[in-house]
């Protein structure tokens, strides 16, 4: 689990040394203006809440800190990938949920690798949608698998197999 979270976080680490911080800025009208320094915020910041989480057992994903500096400073965003990947190797450990619904917040139990895997997922999605910015700024600059599930991905190669 934690390898692919690190694969996808440093397929992410790679699109940051590739564009200038006018791109990684840079407003998208394919996705309702955001940028792809907001995405990586995101993604950047949930694992952050699942570091967090390892230490406290309790898991909020609704109270990370939105740190906008991540958005705008591609270099302080890869200062906190580097952080992600040095701090996200952890045994298994079961963690409390913490999830708000129509109903108010309730608590779940959950475990910190299934929350790895949630991760690597959310991750995924998120880089499907830089793709998108990526392609909207006319940049070819990440590879065929880059936002792509795990499971399209072995489709494909079992497909043209």
């Known amino acids: 689990m934690i390898h692919s979270l690190t694969e996808q976080l440093c397929c992410l680490r790679d699109l940051l040394y590739r564009l200038n911080d ?3 800025t840079c407003r998208s009208s394919m996705l309702n203006h955001a940028t ?3 995405h990586v915020r995101h993604v950047i910041e949930l694992g952050q809440c699942l570091i967090l989480a ?3 057992g309790v898991l909020n994903y609704d ?3 939105r740190d906008e500096r991540m958005e705008n400073s591609r270099s302080f965003a890869l200062q906190q990938l580097n952080d992600l990947f040095q701090s996200i190797n952890k045994p298994e450990k079961k963690l409390q949920l913490q999830v708000a619904t129509s109903q108010g917040t309730h608590t779940l139990e959950t475990w910190f690798h299934r929350e790895v895997f ?3 997922e959310h ?3 998120h880089m499907a949608l830089i793709r998108v910015a ?3 700024m006319q940049l070819d600059i990440v590879n065929d698998n880059f936002g792509v599930a ?3 991905v072995q489709h494909r190669q079992t497909a043209s197999a």
């Open 22 to 24: 006018e791109q990684y």
């Open 36 to 38: 792809i320094g907001q």
């Open 134 to 136: 990526l392609k909207e």
């Open 118 to 120: 949630y991760n690597t």
């Open 54 to 56: 390892y230490q406290t």
């Open 150 to 152: 795990y499971a399209t």
């Open 63 to 65: 109270k990370r800190k």
């Open 123 to 125: 991750a995924i999605h």
